[in-house]
């Protein structure tokens, strides 16, 4: 059974840091891409980055401020996320892409306010 647990998600005040991952399980995980994808309070899902075998891919309103990378021997997907603003508030979700999302983990809430 695939199963992707996000952690770290918090409270942070604007322009702080902070480093959210995730951990996987049940499949090969070198396979696949890996994707982080946010939802705001009360707005639809929005893709954040992907790391695939050719290379990394962020957003425009994340990018310069995170950085995702991957530990293939850990089975962990982590997304470091500097200079929060308020805009990134919101639950961030880890999924498997594979010619799509196909598996979510249950999300991290990250929360940035003064």
């Known amino acids: 059974e695939v199963q992707l647990v996000e952690s770290g998600g918090a409270l942070v005040k604007p322009g702080g840091s902070l480093k959210l991952s995730c951990a996987a399980s049940?499949?090969?995980?070198?396979?696949?891409?890996m994707t982080w994808v946010r939802q705001a309070p009360g707005k639809g899902l929005e893709w954040v980055s992907i790391i695939h075998s050719g290379g990394v891919e962020v957003a425009d309103s994340v990018k310069g401020r995170f950085t995702i990378s991957r530990d293939n021997a850990k089975n962990t997907h982590d997304l470091q996320m500097n200079s929060l603003n308020a805009a990134d508030t919101g639950v961030y979700y880890c999924a498997r892409f594979n010619h799509g999302i196909d598996s979510w983990g249950k999300g991290t809430l990250v929360t940035v306010s003064s």
């Open positions: 049940g499949f090969t995980f070198s396979y696949y891409a």
